[in-house]
């Protein structure tokens, strides 16, 4: 073959994909291995994040939500996870690397009771992750105020999560859903997931203020029957 041949052929045969250019793997397939891979009887914090692996904190902290998008409650699981969340946001608000207490990552689960809620959540979650779109809105997602907001956002969430409304429908479900789209806005570089997480903060805090209210009148009514 002459120079001018073999020149020819290199401009005419495609090269090989990289495997940047490969296509990344979805969300809701990277939980859903996550999910399966939990181990029998009881799982920690330390294994979850394990299983998730060193993809980002808002994948993490994505999963840790997904339990909450159904009504179900598993005691102490607000608080663990909840408690997990707000130290990541803290975290990625400080731009240090991820710490968990060791006795916060030693408490255990039962990982039959997660994983039950876990897949049902995960409808949820796929039908959410379809709302988001990369690079929409994106001066919500740039610039150092912004950015601060935006995980202050994250870090208001999380104490929202850990409210003592467990018992309560839809108490924890919204400042999950409020965490996950502000997760997903993350991930994907999506303004408008952003702002629904901020909306979504806003409906858990206007909710909870009439729990609040409500059971400050009920509270007044039934101390005036009982002195009256």
């Not at 020819?8 to 045969?13: N, Y």
């Not at 495997?19 to 996550?34: F, H, M, R, S």
């Not at 429908?169 to 919204?174: A, I």
């Not at 965490?179 to 805090?205: E, P």
């Amino acid at each position: 073959m002459s120079s001018y041949d073999a020149r020819l052929h290199m401009q005419t045969t495609p090269a090989a994909p990289s495997p940047d250019d490969e296509a990344p793997q979805p969300l809701t397939e990277k939980i859903g291995i996550a999910i399966a891979e939990l181990p029998e009887g009881g799982v920690t914090l330390a294994k979850i994040r394990d299983l998730i692996g060193n993809e980002g904190l808002m994948l993490l902290t994505a999963f840790l939500t997904i339990i909450f998008l159904v009504p179900v409650s598993i005691p102490g699981v607000s608080t663990v996870f909840g408690g997990a969340i707000l130290l990541i946001s803290i975290q990625r608000l400080l731009g240090r690397q991820l710490w968990l207490p060791r006795k916060l990552e030693q408490r255990e689960v039962s990982s039959d009771k997660l994983r039950g809620a876990f897949e049902r959540g995960l409808r949820w979650f796929k039908k959410l992750e379809k709302i988001s779109r990369p690079q929409r809105m994106p001066w919500l997602t740039r610039g150092r105020a912004m950015r601060f907001i935006n995980n202050a956002a994250l870090i208001l969430g999380a104490v929202l999560l850990m409210a003592p409304f467990g018992l309560i429908p839809f108490s924890n479900t919204l400042p999950a859903v409020a965490i996950l789209f502000l997760a997903i806005g993350f991930l994907q570089r999506d303004g408008v997931c952003i702002l629904l997480g901020h909306l979504s903060n806003i409906a858990t805090i206007i909710y909870f203020a009439i729990l609040i209210g409500g059971g400050a009148v009920a509270i007044q009514k039934a101390w005036h029957a009982l002195v009256s």
